[in-house]
């Protein structure tokens, strides 16, 4: 067999061969589920010659339940607090044995922002080899749907609900990407599971970095946010159109990349779609200051990074994920 016919026939065997899946069918999400749709598009692009150190909370609970589970990666069971102590102890392990496998650290908002965030610090700080991946579906939805650090400003949940006292929650969403940027880490992202090809390529792009890095999945979730399950991508989109959940890319604490948005929605497209943000439609004068606040947030976030688009660029909120002529694709 030639060279050039052995490469052939490689090149179509791939082709031909189902796409690697670290998290399988058969779980138990919530439908419509944003965190499962992220968790599976990470571990495809991240290979199976990797760990997993999974902080409890939603991810950890329905892809678990004793005896099954819905991995086909080793996977181990961390508290809520300490994923990226567990983590950093596998990759110290690894590094020991002399093995290349590659160490990923995952948990949701509460295990990332909050409870979780001491040992995070300290994993970046350390310069530990591992992925960190935070879920980020805006609260603490496994216990209740109760309001965490991530949870956005005015947002309704079980423990900041809307009254005479406040409309929703009265704190801003804390900026923990430039939290772990000022960390000086190799690299540090935002991906949103409305854009596939952006969450891969940002996902191989921090594989083939060395040293810790860390992303930022905004996934929406049905249950806690109060939207129809068939609505999750489109939610997740609007927040990256109208600039509440800017996608961007960090190196060493610098901008390095932006998605930039062609057609900037307003804020109210993004918010009518969730009922945990419905007290801002009934008509209060307090809401409408709230509604004001909230698109000024987003305002800044577009005039901050830069990201309005400059007409029909192939790789921005419309055409990151088209198939153009060719069959090309971002990732």
């Not at 090149?11 to 069918?25: I, N, S």
């Not at 290349?100 to 001491?118: E, S, Y």
């Not at 698109?295 to 005039?303: F, H, K, L, T, V």
Request: hydrophobic content about 40%; aromatic content about 8%; proline content about 5%.
């Amino acid at each position: 067999m030639s060279a050039e016919t052995a490469r052939h026939d490689a090149k179509t065997l791939r082709h031909q061969q189902p796409r690697f899946r670290g998290l399988e069918a058969g779980h138990r999400a919530c439908q419509g589920c944003g965190e499962a749709l992220a968790a599976r598009l990470v571990t495809e692009a991240a290979g199976p010659d990797v760990m997993v150190a999974n902080a409890t909370g939603c991810l950890e609970v329905f892809t678990t339940p004793w005896p099954q589970s819905a991995w086909r990666l080793p996977w181990i069971h961390s508290v809520f607090g300490n994923a990226a102590a567990v983590a950093a102890g596998m990759e110290a392990a690894l590094k020991q044995q002399g093995r290349r496998t590659r160490v990923l650290a995952f948990a949701g908002d509460g295990g990332t922002f909050d409870i979780g965030f001491q040992a995070l610090s300290g994993m970046m700080e350390r310069g530990h080899d591992v992925l960190f991946v935070c879920f980020d579906n805006e609260a603490y939805m496994n216990t209740g749907v109760q309001r965490s650090g991530s949870t956005p400003h005015a947002a309704m949940t079980n423990t900041s609900p809307p009254g005479t006292a406040r409309m929703g929650k009265r704190h801003m969403k804390k900026d923990i990407l430039a939290i772990l940027a000022a960390h000086r880490i190799p690299y540090a992202a935002t991906a949103s599971v409305a854009y596939p090809s952006d969450l891969r390529k940002k996902v191989r792009r921090a594989m083939d970095t060395g040293g810790p890095v860390f992303l930022q999945v905004h996934s929406p979730c049905p249950l806690g946010w109060g939207h129809d399950s068939d609505l999750t991508v489109q939610v997740a989109r609007l927040a990256v159109q109208t600039g509440l959940f800017p996608l961007v890319e960090m190196e060493r604490g610098e901008l390095i990349g932006t998605l930039p948005i062609r057609e900037v929605r307003p804020v109210t497209d993004y918010l009518r779609l969730q009922q945990r943000f419905r007290h801002l439609f009934a008509g209060d004068f307090r809401a409408e200051k709230e509604l004001e606040h909230l698109q000024a947030i987003a305002d800044r976030n577009i005039e901050r990074f830069e990201l309005r688009g400059s007409g029909k660029e192939r790789y921005d909120t419309e055409g990151a994920d088209t198939v153009h002529r060719g069959g090309d694709r971002w990732a």
